[in-house]
């Protein structure tokens, strides 16, 4: 049981404490790899989790696809012993399917748009309209698009339906690993597209909107417990905090769109 002075405290974040008891008893550490999309926020609630349930939280990043080392497909792949993974939804529910993850523990966090950015100080295009989207994208010098879900996104669909595939080759890149933000941050390119949640803690650039809503895609993310993950118990106790409604302004403020589910048993 929680202690009382606790249950009675307000406040989104205190308010989800009724979620931890499965946890709270024996304090554990826990292994968590998120990809960027949900890292923000994930950031800002780890501290009261710990906090309030004891635990302690051994957090890395990783994308959710793709092949770099730190993709949490290859993270699993290789017997890398987690707990718990944050990742884009349609990629969990592919990992859950090979049997990777725990049926029944997937829990849907929140959903993602993406936006646009500049450098810092520069010229901010006008992309509430496709045409003006499509425009940003042929006058810009060097764009930078991520090699996750809206990296994929942009590639394989934006740019057809803007019927600007062609004209991007050579000056459209897909970055790896690195958040788009901080290559035009370091002026590698003059505009980029990424999750809204990824560009925001980036120093160096602005947010020039989200793409008009006929082309926009918005990304669910996702959690689930790790199958033979070293602290079961602990870990759904996490995953029930995270979903917890009492939380959604805190992931709303990090650019996301709170989308709370149960932990289904």
């Not at 690993?177 to 941050?185: C, M, R, Y």
Request: charge should be neutral; glycine fraction near 10%; charged fraction near 20%.
């Amino acid at each position: 049981m929680l202690p009382h002075h606790l249950a009675r405290k307000s406040g989104p974040l205190l308010a989800a404490l009724v979620f931890l008891a499965a946890g709270a008893a024996n304090a554990a550490d826990i292994r968590v790899v998120s990809s960027g999309g949900f890292a923000q926020a994930y950031k800002n609630l780890a501290p009261e989790y710990e906090r309030v349930s004891g635990d302690h939280l051994q957090s890395e990043w990783g994308p959710s696809m793709g092949t770099t080392a730190n993709a949490i497909p290859a993270r699993l792949a290789r017997g890398e012993r987690i707990d718990v993974v944050i990742m884009v939804g349609d990629a969990l529910d592919q990992l859950m399917a090979a049997g990777r993850l725990v049926p029944g523990t997937k829990v849907v966090l929140a959903n993602s748009p993406i936006a646009c950015a500049v450098r810092h100080g520069a010229a901010k295009p006008d992309i509430s309209t496709t045409e003006g989207l499509r425009s940003a994208f042929l006058t810009a010098r060097k764009v930078a698009y991520s090699d996750s879900a809206s990296g994929e996104y942009i590639e394989g669909k934006l740019m057809k339906k803007l019927d600007i595939a062609q004209q991007m080759q050579g000056k459209a890149a897909k970055i790896p690993a690195t958040p788009v933000g901080e290559i035009i941050a370091h002026g590698e390119a003059d505009f980029g597209c990424q999750q809204r949640s990824e560009l925001m803690p980036v120093k160096g650039i602005d947010i020039v909107g989200l793409l008009p809503p006929e082309v926009q895609l918005k990304t669910e993310f996702s959690a689930a417990l790790v199958r033979d993950a070293g602290q079961p118990e602990a870990g759904r106790a996490l995953l029930r905090f995270l979903a917890s409604p009492a939380n959604a302004a805190a992931i709303e403020a990090t650019g996301l769109e709170p989308a709370s589910t149960p932990l289904q048993h």
